[in-house]
């Protein structure tokens, strides 16, 4: 599995970002995919996900600020990212929804927000 996180960058705090994650190496659309973050010396921890029918589940350090969204067709994965605070910024992932991300990590997008 390959997956790639890209569309991060430097924003001001309440600016707003879309990431996109690219996923090769499986059947995409057979697949919950979630997005992760790490903050340096922490913890990943899952932001968002979507399941094979477009369900989509915040947690709650983005609900109501974010939006997940998936492409069949083009085996990607989106978030939209709004309303952007300092305590966002972190490297953020996308993988599977279980086991907290099982397939190996890829390359991920640093999202910076100034104050």
């Known amino acids: 599995v390959q997956l790639q996180a890209s569309g991060g960058g430097l924003v001001q705090a309440g600016g707003s970002l879309r990431l996109s994650c690219s996923v090769s190496g499986i059947v995409f659309r057979a697949n919950c995919i979630a997005w992760y973050r790490e903050v340096a010396g922490n913890q990943r921890e899952s932001v968002a996900r979507?399941?094979?029918?477009?369900?989509?589940v915040y947690a709650d350090s983005v609900k109501d600020r974010s939006a997940t969204s998936r492409d069949n067709n083009k085996n990607t994965v989106y978030l939209q990212l709004n309303s952007l605070k300092p305590e966002d910024t972190a490297v953020y992932y996308c993988?599977?929804?279980?086991?907290?991300?099982?397939?190996?990590w890829g390359q991920g997008t640093l999202v910076t927000v100034s104050s």
């Open positions: 979507i399941s094979v029918l477009g369900r989509e």
């Open positions: 993988n599977m929804c279980a086991g907290n991300g099982a397939w190996a």
